[in-house]
């Protein structure tokens, strides 16, 4: 976006010098801004958006633990194929990986797991407030079948903001 000429969107966007170039997301979040004299910085600040905006792998637990900082408890339960959670690592997902905890458990259909967490089919994605002493008792939502990243963010996005109502 131009912002030159155009003081109400410099405004909003909080752009102090130009010329200056603001990446976002389909959301309209920020991923990154830069400012730049010449094409080389032009072209070094779309190389770091494109890197920030990018697929990004999971770090995955094998247990819920101490969640720390992070609100969201995202428990997976795979395929099979051990595919159907890489929904998870869009591009569009990884801007929600610094709120939550992310827990694999094996896909057993009369295992520990799956029943602690209330899974009779898989793959599954459960996701829970991880400040909760027993989050599998109260789970925010329950997602089960293979997803597309817009309805994993979706969910994602509706859990967070159920979290924040808490407050």
């Known amino acids: 976006m131009c912002v030159r000429g155009s003081q109400k969107y410099a405004n909003h966007f909080k752009v102090k010098a130009v010329p200056a170039v603001l990446f976002t997301d389909a959301d309209g979040d920020e991923i990154h801004r830069a400012g730049f ?27 819920a633990g101490a969640a720390g900082s992070k609100k969201l408890l995202v428990v997976g339960f795979d395929d099979e194929a051990g595919e159907a959670l890489k929904a998870l690592e869009d591009r569009t997902l990884v801007k929600f990986h610094d709120r939550c905890e992310f827990v694999k458990l094996p896909s057993q259909k009369d295992g520990e797991g799956a029943r602690k967490w209330g899974v009779a089919s898989f793959p599954a994605i459960v996701l829970a407030d991880a400040a909760q002493e027993n989050p599998e008792k109260a789970p925010l939502e329950r997602l089960v079948g293979r997803k597309t990243p817009a309805a994993l963010k979706a969910a994602i996005h509706k859990a967070l903001a159920k979290l924040e109502s808490k407050k």
Do not use: I
């Open 37 to 63: 004299l010449d094409e080389k910085g032009l072209e070094s600040a779309l190389r770091t958006a494109l890197e920030k905006y990018q697929n990004r792998p999971v770090a995955w637990r094998s247990e």
